[in-house]
């Protein structure tokens, strides 16, 4: 049924909001088109202000959040999906558990986690569990479960980490979606990937291979569900992580083929979300076989277009192989300017955290106030075991990340 909100006066004198609007901007997401989007959404939510909460606008400014956090997200834009998270939360209320709260302490935890802001994507995520769990809800218990998972992850908790990730693939059971199952089997490998690359870092492959070989099962898990599932996104996504399981596992060709295949489909699609970490990753297998050449011409198309600006925890990485290619090659000019858009973009990140954290104060403390009083003590007491574990220096040390616990923070 099409949605269809009266709005008396709207500035574009169209005086009504329906399918079709929401329909182009799905549109102009769709073609990558996230600056556009996001001036259309804004439109749209201006033409509801004051209505958001009545109950014939609400799932519609649900929606138009949705894409406007599919647009941000693409952008790197985590401020501003974070300021959209609060003005959803002024909406709900604050003391009733509900799927809406679930649904946006998830996202507020996914946007957290982005800014380097793990402690705060931690409680979030337990509001989440802790609604999911109260509702019976089990893919929001899933995927509150990842949120979780992930933030562990950023204070350097790995066996928590993967403790959790796997807790979310066993709650994404038969009653979820086929998309929701694989995409929970895909997040899993690529979290089992990057433990092992973060061991690696630290001098510990034996504990990079344990973790490899606790992905065996998943690929048979996946396979099953391609059949189900609607789209071809998930699929090449999916595609993606197995391969680079497979580079890690020592399965070079079969990992090889498996990259090309989804890099092919991912240009013609567009989907430059799945094309870039995908350059990045033959980049790796090239240096490593010591193809340079191929490598950095791999690494400099990655940045292409320019106008297109590429996700931090691509740009970082990739910058850091850039430079030190371009180094081995002699090419210093090219290798100092890969060192100072590293800088840059790290400085810049920094900064954002900052003023996030300033501006959505208030909004922690409400986020504090939806725990329930057990809860919240179980919680500031593994806050507090991980802030040890950091000043002992006992942790995972993710490469490209910043120190997550800081002074600094208001």
């Given at each position: 049924?099409?949605?269809?909100?009266?709005?008396?006066?709207?500035?574009?004198?169209?005086?009504?909001?329906?399918?079709?609007?929401?329909?182009?901007?799905?549109?102009?997401?769709?073609?990558?088109?996230?600056?556009?989007?996001?001036?259309?959404?804004?439109?749209?939510?201006?033409?509801?202000?004051g209505r958001e909460a009545e109950p014939a606008v609400a799932e519609l400014a649900r929606r138009i959040y949705q894409l406007r956090g599919d647009c941000l997200t693409r952008l790197d834009r985590f401020p501003e999906l974070l300021a959209d998270c609060a003005a959803r939360m002024d909406l709900l209320s604050v003391d009733q558990a509900s799927a809406q709260r679930a649904e946006l302490m998830i996202k507020m935890s996914f946007a957290h986690a982005n800014l380097a802001m793990p402690e705060q994507?931690?409680?979030?995520?337990?509001?989440?569990?802790?609604?999911?769990?109260?509702?019976?809800?089990?893919l929001l218990s899933a995927q509150a479960l990842e949120r979780l998972a992930m933030a562990y992850l950023s204070m350097g908790d790995g066996v928590a980490a993967e403790r959790f990730m796997f807790e979310a693939l066993e709650h994404s059971d038969a009653s979820s979606p086929p998309q929701e199952r694989l995409r929970r089997v895909s997040n899993t490998v690529h979290l089992l990937c990057t433990l092992h690359d973060a061991?690696?870092?630290?001098?510990?492959?034996?504990?990079?291979?344990?973790?490899?070989?606790?992905?065996?099962g998943l690929p048979a898990k996946?396979?099953?569900?391609?059949?189900?599932?609607?789209g071809r996104y998930l699929a090449c996504m999916w595609q993606a992580n197995q391969?680079?399981?497979?580079?890690?596992?020592?399965?070079?060709?079969?990992?090889?083929?498996?990259?090309?295949?989804?890099?092919?489909?991912?240009?013609?699609?567009g989907w430059h979300a799945v094309s870039r970490p995908v350059q990045l990753e033959l980049a790796l297998m090239a240096e490593q076989e010591g193809d340079l050449n191929t490598a950095l011409g791999l690494l400099r198309a990655l940045f292409e277009p320019e106008s297109l600006r590429v996700r931090d925890v691509v740009a970082l990485p990739a910058y850091r192989v850039l430079e030190r290619i371009c180094r081995i090659l002699g090419h210093g000019a090219e290798a100092e300017q890969a060192a100072e858009r590293r800088r840059a973009r790290q400085a810049a990140r920094h900064q954002a955290v900052l003023e996030a954290a300033a501006h959505?104060?208030?909004?922690?403390?409400?986020?504090l106030s939806t725990l329930a009083a057990?809860?919240?003590?179980?919680?500031?007491?593994?806050?507090?075991?991980?802030?040890?574990?950091?000043?002992?220096?006992?942790?995972?040390?993710?490469?490209?990340?910043?120190?997550?616990?800081?002074?600094?923070?208001?």
């Amino acid at each position: 049924m099409a949605v269809n909100v009266d709005v008396p006066g709207a500035p574009d004198g169209r005086g009504a909001l329906d399918e079709g609007s929401l329909t182009q901007a799905e549109a102009l997401v769709a073609a990558e088109a996230f600056d556009a989007a996001l001036q259309h959404t804004r439109a749209m939510l201006e033409r509801l202000r004051g209505r958001e909460a009545e109950p014939a606008v609400a799932e519609l400014a649900r929606r138009i959040y949705q894409l406007r956090g599919d647009c941000l997200t693409r952008l790197d834009r985590f401020p501003e999906l974070l300021a959209d998270c609060a003005a959803r939360m002024d909406l709900l209320s604050v003391d009733q558990a509900s799927a809406q709260r679930a649904e946006l302490m998830i996202k507020m935890s996914f946007a957290h986690a982005n800014l380097a802001m793990p402690e705060q994507a931690l409680r979030s995520a337990h509001v989440a569990l802790q609604d999911a769990l109260n509702l019976g809800q089990r893919l929001l218990s899933a995927q509150a479960l990842e949120r979780l998972a992930m933030a562990y992850l950023s204070m350097g908790d790995g066996v928590a980490a993967e403790r959790f990730m796997f807790e979310a693939l066993e709650h994404s059971d038969a009653s979820s979606p086929p998309q929701e199952r694989l995409r929970r089997v895909s997040n899993t490998v690529h979290l089992l990937c990057t433990l092992h690359d973060a061991y690696l870092d630290m001098g510990l492959p034996y504990l990079g291979e344990s973790v490899l070989a606790r992905a065996q099962g998943l690929p048979a898990k996946a396979e099953a569900l391609l059949p189900t599932v609607p789209g071809r996104y998930l699929a090449c996504m999916w595609q993606a992580n197995q391969a680079r399981w497979l580079r890690r596992s020592g399965q070079l060709e079969p990992a090889r083929r498996c990259f090309e295949a989804c890099l092919s489909q991912a240009q013609t699609e567009g989907w430059h979300a799945v094309s870039r970490p995908v350059q990045l990753e033959l980049a790796l297998m090239a240096e490593q076989e010591g193809d340079l050449n191929t490598a950095l011409g791999l690494l400099r198309a990655l940045f292409e277009p320019e106008s297109l600006r590429v996700r931090d925890v691509v740009a970082l990485p990739a910058y850091r192989v850039l430079e030190r290619i371009c180094r081995i090659l002699g090419h210093g000019a090219e290798a100092e300017q890969a060192a100072e858009r590293r800088r840059a973009r790290q400085a810049a990140r920094h900064q954002a955290v900052l003023e996030a954290a300033a501006h959505n104060h208030h909004h922690g403390q409400l986020i504090l106030s939806t725990l329930a009083a057990a809860e919240r003590q179980r919680v500031d007491a593994e806050i507090q075991r991980l802030r040890s574990q950091h000043a002992a220096g006992a942790v995972l040390r993710m490469p490209d990340q910043e120190d997550w616990f800081r002074l600094d923070l208001p």
